[in-house]
């Protein structure tokens, strides 16, 4: 099945510093990926969808400054969290679509704990 | 809008069957997804739907009524790592997944 990375798997910062979580397609060329938040024992939330060579459509509530995304190829996907804070504390996990039939396929989630 | 509705929690034996529903309702529909989601890992893909019927992938199966906005997710010969979360999710007409909260699963020996 595809298969899609992501690094680092975890991650510990300082409030106040950026972190960057990468997103791969390791076998197919992705032309849209998300982006979603978990926090403990909650569902999923999408953060943004991001379709490569454009700008990521985020959802209501998600601010695009603090949560930069890019899209730069076909195979990989960039989040940066600005300025973090412990509320910012979470899992990370982006996923893949496949262009038919549309199935979406995760990466194994990056958990930021910020102190 | 849409809403999808599936149980918080069910608990099963070790050996046996068990069906997780879930129920939607939505304007736009592109197809039903069914993923496995174990306690600190990300969702893994089981089974998408999108025409009305069963379709059976080993001891999982997954089904779909469309006219009834109804799917259930049969487990068979349950085993101990079956314990997980089992997530509903639509596909709307724009082909984005609408999450369901998720059905927790405990088997017991």
């Known amino acids: 099945g595809a298969v899609v990375s992501q690094h680092p798997s975890w991650v510990i910062c300082k409030s106040g510093t950026s972190v960057k979580i990468e997103c791969r397609s390791l076998d197919f060329q992705a032309t849209t990926m998300f982006w979603y938040r978990q926090f403990p024992k909650q569902s999923l939330m999408l953060m943004a969808t991001?379709?490569?060579?454009?700008?990521?459509?985020?959802e209501q509530g998600v601010e695009k400054d603090k949560f930069l995304i890019n899209h730069a190829s076909l195979t990989l996907s960039t989040l940066t969290v600005t300025s973090a804070h412990p509320e910012d504390s979470s899992f990370y996990i982006c996923?893949?679509?496949?262009?038919?039939?549309?199935?979406?396929?995760f990466g194994p989630g990056t958990r930021l704990t910020v102190t | 809008g849409q809403n999808i509705d599936q149980p918080t929690e069910m608990t099963a034996t070790e050996g046996a069957i068990v069906q997780i529903n879930c129920t939607y309702q939505?304007?736009?529909?592109?197809?039903l997804f069914w993923y496995q989601q174990h306690a600190g890992e990300a969702p893994t893909f089981l089974s998408y739907n999108v025409l009305d019927g069963l379709e059976e992938k080993g001891r999982f199966s997954s089904f779909l009524s469309r006219s009834k906005g109804y799917s259930y997710l049969l487990l068979k010969e349950l085993q101990m790592k079956d314990s997980a979360s089992y997530l509903c999710a639509l596909m709307d007409s724009n082909y984005q997944l609408i999450w369901g909260a998720g059905t927790k699963l405990i088997i017991k020996p």
């Open positions: 939505t304007s736009g529909f592109n197809g």
């Open positions: 991001s379709n490569e060579g454009s700008k990521a459509t985020y």
């Open positions: 996923s893949a679509r496949l262009a038919e039939p549309y199935e979406q396929y």
